[in-house]
């Protein structure tokens, strides 16, 4: 069972994927620039932390394994 500070992470992150979800939406009606790359980069970075809170604090993951996980993911998407 999860504690109410694990549950605050993983809530936190499932919040933070439906406001990246419509914040990307917004950014891609967007022309193709400069300025839209770097708010799809903001946007990434933003989420990205979410995510490394809810493994560390939600689920107890060390940073080594947020790491691992990391470039498991990475792997997965370079064999594409």
């Known amino acids: 069972m999860k504690t109410n500070i694990e549950k605050k992470y993983l809530k936190r992150l499932t919040e933070s994927v439906a406001s ?3 914040a990307l939406d917004d950014v ?3 022309p193709s620039s ?3 790359g770097k708010m799809i980069a903001k ?8 995510n490394d809170a ?4 939600g ?5 080594k394994k947020i790491n691992n996980v990391k470039k498991r993911a990475g792997e997965r998407r370079d064999d594409k």
């Open 43 to 50: 946007l990434n970075n933003f989420l990205d932390m979410q």
């Open 54 to 57: 809810a493994m560390k604090f």
């Open 28 to 30: 891609m009606k967007e």
């Open 59 to 63: 689920l107890g993951y060390s940073w």
């Open 34 to 36: 400069y300025e839209r």
């Open 20 to 22: 990246f979800i419509v």
